[in-house]
Structures are given as structure tokens and as C-alpha cells.
């Protein structure tokens, strides 16, 4: 069975030092799931991570020269693969930032209007792009949510569903 693990029972478990664990994040070099402003990890990939693994033998048949071009050629996919899951993130957070930013803008434009003893038809027409607007930029933050909890489901496969979902409302504050 999987457990959800914070970065300090990582760090035990790793026994490493818990800014250790912070580099390795920051690196990709852990398998961890980012859940609002939590570092969660699973204690069956953190295992499977820490499990030596031996060269095919293939490789074992290359010369020294020709298996270390190998190693670096697969090193530099997974830096490769780490760099494109970044820029995943980073546009996945810019697009989460621009629609708080509009949110409260919208919001801010609708306190305007309901302030008003009185509404001109061009300021009636207006609230109601705002409310649609703003109902849409709702529905964007639930897809948003969503496609995080699917993540964060199949990150920790080996937990029942309900207990996750738990966990995941707690971290979203939901």
C-alpha cells in the first residue's frame, strides 16, 4: 500500500537533509507531485526510486568509451524531459496567475457597477458580460482542479480514493 509522504518524512526516509530533498526538487530529480504549495511524495515511487538499477547487459558489452556516451545521451533526455515538464508548470501557473488577475479585475469592475443607485443599459449589458465572464473564468479554475486531482490520483495509485481526495481537499483548502 502507498503512502503520502511531506518532504521531511522524504528527507527520513532518503536520509537525506530536508534542503537535500529541496535541490532534488528543484532539479526533477525526485518524483514528488506539487499540490498548491505542498511537496508531497509517494513512498512507493520514492522506493522504487532509491532501487539500484544495473545496466542492460547490452550496454555491459560496450566498451567503457561507448557506454559512457550512452549514459550521457540518457542523461540529457532526462534533463530534456525535467526542462519540458518545467515549462509545463510554469505556463500552467502563469495561465492560473492571469486568471486571478482578471478575476479580480472583473470583480472589482462589478462592485463598481452594484455601487450605482442606477444602471444605464450599456452598464446593465456590461454586468452581464462580467457575470458570464467571471462564470467562465469559475468553470476554467474547476477544469484547473481537476486535471490536478487526476495527477495527483494516479501519482498515488496504490491509495484508496477517498482517503486522496481527502488529503487533496486539505491541501486546496476546499
Known amino acids: 500500500m502507498d503512502r503520502i509522504l511531506s518532504k521531511k518524512s522524504a528527507a527520513n526516509l532518503l536520509g537525506l537533509d530536508v534542503r ?6 528543484r532539479r526533477g530529480a525526485l518524483p514528488f507531485v506539487h499540490i498548491g504549495r505542498h511537496i508531497l511524495f509517494s513512498f512507493n ?13 547490452s550496454d555491459m558489452d560496450l566498451e567503457p568509451e561507448e557506454r559512457k556516451k ?3 545521451a540518457r542523461r540529457q533526455e532526462e ?6 515538464l518545467s515549462y509545463r508548470e510554469a505556463e500552467r501557473r502563469l495561465r492560473m496567475g492571469e486568471r486571478a488577475e482578471e478575476t479580480l479585475r472583473l470583480c472589482r469592475r462589478m462592485e463598481e457597477l452594484q455601487g450605482k443607485d ?5 452598464e446593465k449589458e456590461e454586468q452581464d458580460d462580467l ?7 469559475s468553470v ?4 484547473e482542479i481537476e486535471a490536478e486531482w487526476q495527477g495527483f490520483k494516479s501519482f498515488f ?5 477517498p482517503e486522496l481526495k481527502r488529503v487533496f481537499d486539505l491541501l486546496k483548502g476546499r
Open 20 to 25: 537535500t530533498v529541496d535541490r532534488y526538487v
Open 45 to 57: 515511487r520514492l522506493a522504487q526510486w532509491m532501487t539500484p538499477v544495473t545496466p542492460p547487459a
Open 70 to 72: 550512452l549514459e550521457n
Open 79 to 84: 534533463v530534456e524531459e525535467r526542462v519540458r
Open 118 to 122: 442606477s444602471l444605464t443599459f450599456e
Open 131 to 137: 457575470y458570464e465572464r467571471l462564470r467562465v473564468l
Open 140 to 143: 476554467e479554475d474547476e477544469k
Open 157 to 161: 495509485s496504490g491509495i484508496e480514493e
